[in-house]
């Protein structure tokens, strides 16, 4: 039996947000229990605590989609350090908790509310016109005015459109982006008007993943201020909007300093109980 928790980030109201499931103590789990668990939860991501294997790391974090296991994803890593903290975690660092994943060690500070520190990107740089024909032609969209690889582990490619209202309107073939390994996690953001609660609309198309669109995406997001914010198109701090097409209210904070970006947003736990993993087949069930 696993204490189990499912909290939902980028918001400070329960369902508009992007959830996550944690199963805590995981150790014993193997790695066909963990996949059976989130093909289970059909979750974009649930992830397992472990115990650190790495000095300076409080606890391990592993993270799975419904298909395959990433090294890194931001709204499983607030929500799991929510979830760590409200069963009586203690970090070292009175900042916040340091989580170790298959992308290293990431920070995580606990103030206003949970940000992570971003990990570096792993691919950056233009997109050649090669490649952006197949997005755009997946997408639906001829007006891009930048593109970019912003990947931190999951794939980001990132498409900057003219405007939020395109990013909103877009109705992209999501079976002819999965079948293009390149476009496997695609970003669109685009700018909303002077006035609004929001800097940026982003969407994540995410189809190869079994997820196909992601509410909201801290991982794309933190990709996206490494590029923005030094190409000039976004400010140092701002809040971007995810997840509105799909009836969510999501908000993510940035702070771009120097080398460091935070990525933070709120988060509440909607789900606290255990669950049980039967050793013999695999399979998760509520308890």
């Not at 050649?128 to 032609?137: E, G, Y």
């Not at 509105?244 to 909607?270: C, K, M, Q, S």
Request: proline share 7%; net charge negative.
């Amino acid at each position: 039996m696993h204490r189990f928790t499912q909290v939902d980030v980028f918001t400070d109201e329960l369902f508009l947000g992007n959830p996550v499931a944690v199963v805590h103590d995981a150790d014993d789990l193997t790695d066909a229990q963990m996949a059976a668990v989130a093909s289970w939860t059909n979750l974009s991501e649930t992830t397992f605590l472990l115990r650190p294997t790495q000095p300076g790391a409080d606890y391990r974090l592993r993270i799975f989609t419904p298909r395959r296991e990433l090294p890194f994803a931001g709204h499983p890593t607030l929500g799991s350090a929510r979830a760590w903290l409200e069963a009586g975690g203690v970090p070292d660092d009175a900042s916040g908790p340091v989580q170790e994943c298959g992308a290293g060690l990431v920070r995580v500070r606990s103030a206003e509310r949970l940000s992570f520190e971003a990990p570096p990107l792993v691919r950056s740089g233009p997109v050649d016109a090669a490649d952006l024909a197949v997005l755009t032609d997946g997408l639906g969209v001829d007006d891009v005015v930048d593109a970019a690889w912003v990947d931190n582990g999951p794939g980001w490619v990132a498409l900057l459109l003219r405007d939020a209202a395109t990013v909103l309107a877009l109705e992209p073939d999501l079976r002819a982006l999965a079948e293009h390994e390149l476009s496997h996690a695609v970003g669109v953001v685009g700018p909303h008007l002077a006035g609004s609660d929001a800097a940026f609309e982003v969407r994540a198309f995410v189809p190869a993943m079994g997820v196909g669109e992601d509410p909201v995406t801290g991982s794309l997001n933190a990709g996206l201020a490494q590029w923005l914010v030094p190409a000039g198109h976004a400010p140092s701090s701002y809040v971007a909007a995810q997840g509105t097409a799909l009836g969510r209210r999501g908000r993510i904070h940035v702070d771009h300093a120097g080398d460091t970006v935070h990525v933070g947003g709120d988060t509440v736990v909607g789900v606290a109980g255990t669950i049980a993993v039967r050793a013999q087949n695999g399979g998760p069930s509520p308890a």
